[in-house]
């Protein structure tokens, strides 16, 4: 009476799509050591406050909460919805301009891959390139709202907030454009190591004393 | 020899602007974004990644048997600093479960901002024990609610053991100028930071 078969296969299903939407968000990201930190104290937190229950709320539909809301949900979600993601090495990039047909058949937009070539922080800005806007019209429709909105400069987040895709979408999403010679990557603070350099700091702090 | 005419390698507009990274932490309602809001050149914006609570790694969630799956949101500013520098703000998701999402917030940060509303001090317990852990530099914003006073800010420092190292400033979320202050002294901190390790 409390569940059909419906519920039974959609939960089946609900964690596949979360599967492969953690894989482009966060997992592919993942270092390999896992921490513990802050254990004691999430125990110290929730034996302090029994109002916070333990476990999560029951899951809410939001694969079509975020399909609700995007444009390219059909096309995009669809074809990674069963079977396994792998976790691909880096590919080579594709060759930079392929003439016609190649570079605007309306492949899903990921093609199962999880990551591209191009290491994409959520704030690393991209900005359309001479190449994309030239070939504007020929473009796949994703990547075409893509290259809209990349005139100028935005970020990764950008593209995702602006476009309701979530993050790990648009992080393929532009690494394909990037390969494709549509999109240019550019540097962030700590492009060049794994930390901000001083010069790139002193240069905020003075940006943030003019504001 | 010469040289061939500069391909269109690098075309696009202003392909040499850089972008930087904050991040903005803190309890639930402390007023991230808020203060993310206060000095952000557009309305926060907000992303959204989905993510499995099996990859946690939460003793608790791992004992769930069937993967849940959770939308987590964090919201986002910008801040134009040059014409070739862009600042962004990221606030992160206030629930504590999901603090293994940060990893990709702090890749690459300056440093963050911790918000600590002093009615509710044990709020950003994990966001300080993450940025201890991960070494990455903060502050501690006490976000003043009720109008603090200032002669509190070393009480706090004392009931939640915070290094003398750390600076500990009051701020307004609502005020853009004091949350240029409180950025201005993250950076600040961040750069001694540097420069001390550097000198080791
Ligand atoms: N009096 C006062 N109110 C504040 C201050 N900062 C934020 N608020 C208010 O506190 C409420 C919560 O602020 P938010 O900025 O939404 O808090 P948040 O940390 O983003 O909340 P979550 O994202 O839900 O965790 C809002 O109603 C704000 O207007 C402050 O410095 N003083
Ligand atoms: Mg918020």
Redesign the interface.
Known sequence: MTSGPDDASRRQQEPTFADVMNGFSLDAKRPRKRRLWGRKRDEEEQAGSPAAPPTPPPFPATSSAHTGDTGFAGSGYGGYATGPIEPVRDEPVLPAAPSGAAAVRPYAWTRGRTKSGFDLAIETLVSTSRQGREQLGLLQMEHRSVADLCDQPRSVAEVAALLSIPLGVARVLLGDMAGLGVVTVHQTASSTGKEPDLALMERVLSGLRRL | MTRPPQP?A????????????IVVAGGFGVGKTTFVGS?SEIDP?????????A?A????LSA?P??????VAMD?G??S??SD????L?GTPGQ??F?F?W???V????GAVVLVDTRRL?DC??AI??FE?RGLPYVVGLNAFDGLQQHRVEDVREAMSIDPSIPIVTCDARH?EST?QT??AL??H??AA??AAGAR
Request: glycine share 4%.
């Open positions: 269109a690098r075309p696009g507009p202003s392909p040499t602007t850089i972008s930087a990274k000095v914006l907000t992303t959204e990644a989905v993510m499995t609570e990859s790694g939460h003793d608790d769930t069937n993967k849940k799956t959770t939308t986002f910008r801040v600093l040059d520098l862009i600042l962004y990221f504590h479960r603090w999402m990893d990709d917030l890749r690459g940060a300056i044990a317990f994990s024990d993450f852990d853009r240029k950025l201005i950076v600040q961040a750069m540097r420069m």
